[in-house]
């Protein structure tokens, strides 16, 4: 039902989504960082960090064509319920239309950077661009985002529809942080830099 947005564009091995299991290929997860988390949330920059660019990647190359239609992103029903649940997170809320109680995560679930509460608040005050849209069962929308302000990681946000796709209502179900390392996040993130600058494909 929605279009893959940049998987087409970036290096395919880093976005791409295995069909059995609707889990980020074999690939990358061989190449997963381990780390020791903590409950704590992830803290956020509030700034650029100059060491997060890097001048020897080059941007992609997107046709008017493209660009129209990574515009018409933040229009899509899923990206504006996602909008809507991180706002009201931020305001405060640990009930809202827009979000079950799932996606806020517990004191298990955050240590794995799983749940809205396992990663600072700033983050989703700011904006984001959307990678990949994926179709999973239930009636499940998978969107990868990066943020703009401080691309350090991708989350990924699986939103259950309630409805029909005639009226779609989108519920936020599960937040967490993908599977991508260090070094991908780079490239993919290098390869976006004049994009994530630009308000109008941000959401």
């Given at each position: ?12 091995s ?12 074999s690939e ?15 803290p ?8 997060l660019?890097?001048d ?9 064509e493209?660009?129209?239609?990574l ?16 706002k ?12 079950y109680?799932?996606?806020l995560?517990?004191?298990l679930?955050i240590k ?6 396992a990663?600072?608040?700033n ?27 401080n691309?350090d990681?991708?989350?990924v946000?699986?939103?259950?529809n309630?409805t ?6 989108f519920v ?5 942080q ?9 490239t ?9 600058k630009?308000?109008?494909?941000l959401f």
């Amino acid at each position: 039902m929605w279009k893959l947005i940049l998987s087409i564009f970036l290096i395919p091995s880093l976005l791409s989504c295995n069909n059995k299991d609707k889990n980020i290929t074999s690939e990358i997860n061989k190449n997963i960082i381990t780390q020791n988390y903590t409950s704590a949330p992830v803290p956020f920059l509030p700034d650029y960090n100059p060491k997060l660019w890097d001048d020897k990647i080059k941007p992609i190359e997107l046709t008017q064509e493209q660009l129209i239609e990574l515009e018409k992103t933040k229009n899509l029903p899923p990206i504006i319920a996602l909008r809507n649940a991180l706002k009201d997170y931020v305001s405060g809320k640990r009930v809202s239309e827009y979000f079950y109680k799932s996606a806020l995560g517990d004191s298990l679930t955050i240590k794995e950077r799983i749940g809205l509460d396992a990663f600072d608040a700033n983050y989703y005050a700011n904006k984001f661009i959307a990678l990949v849209f994926n179709n999973l069962e239930d009636n499940v929308i998978e969107v990868f985002i990066l943020p703009a302000k401080n691309p350090d990681k991708i989350f990924v946000a699986h939103l259950h529809n309630e409805t029909n796709n005639d009226n779609p209502k989108f519920v936020l179900k599960l937040f967490m942080q993908s599977h991508h390392t260090n070094t991908e996040i780079n490239t993919i993130r290098n390869q976006l830099k004049e994009l994530l600058k630009d308000e109008k494909y941000l959401f």
